[in-house]
């Protein structure tokens, strides 16, 4: 199995920076991770409990909000 991202437009941007540019990105991203950069979720599940109708229902509204994580090894 592969992972790929594709058709966002920062990506092409990105390439076009220089090295010190990409660098102070990425140093700003590790030190902002926890804060700007940070997500938070209504509740952690595992694959199985996401595949559950009893589940589905619920994060099905898509609400503003209301993220599920869906951690596949939990």
Known sequence: ???GM??????????K??????QAFRQRI???????F???YTKEVSLAQALSLEH??????RAT???YLIAPGR
């Open 65 to 67: 909000g209301e993220k």
């Open 17 to 22: 920076l220089e090295a010190g540019t990409m």
């Open 1 to 3: 199995m592969a992972w």
């Open 6 to 15: 594709g058709g966002w437009l920062v990506f092409a941007y990105m390439q």
């Open 30 to 36: 590790a030190a902002e991770l926890k804060t700007t």
């Open 38 to 40: 940070a997500s938070h």
């Open 56 to 61: 589905i229902a619920v994060y099905g509204k």
